[in-house]
């Protein structure tokens, strides 16, 4: 089993940054993938970014450019960058790892006031 709690999340103005943080616990070792996705209101979640064992990041369109995902492996913690951001960034995010299953945290809300 693997345990994951964000935390970082917040309310700041549109244009401003904030640093998500996802910290693992319980099996971490073997985790081969982290993602980010987020959900807003009355929408379906979405992924946002991922990165891999090797460190090859991907991101989705939208987000490219203004957020960057990067991971810590010695104190198992992924992290968000998110700057430049704008309202409809406005979302719950939530971390995942994938280890033979899905595991994912509790997420983390992020307001983007315009």
């Known amino acids: 089993q693997v345990q994951l709690v964000e935390s970082g999340g917040g309310l700041v103005q549109a244009g401003g940054s904030l640093r998500l943080s996802c910290a693992a616990s319980g099996s971490t070792s073997g985790i081969n993938v982290w993602n980010w996705h987020r959900q807003a209101p009355g929408k379906q979640r979405e992924w946002v970014?991922?990165?891999?064992?090797?460190?090859?990041?991907n991101y989705e369109n939208s987000v490219k450019g203004r957020f960057i995902i990067s991971r810590d492996n010695a104190k198992n913690i992924v992290y968000l960058e998110m700057n430049s951001l704008k309202p409809e960034d406005t979302a719950v995010y939530y971390c995942?790892?994938?280890?033979?299953?899905?595991?994912w945290g509790q997420g983390t809300q992020v307001t983007v006031s315009s």
């Open positions: 970014a991922g990165i891999d064992r090797s460190g090859t990041t």
């Open positions: 995942n790892a994938v280890r033979g299953g899905i595991y």
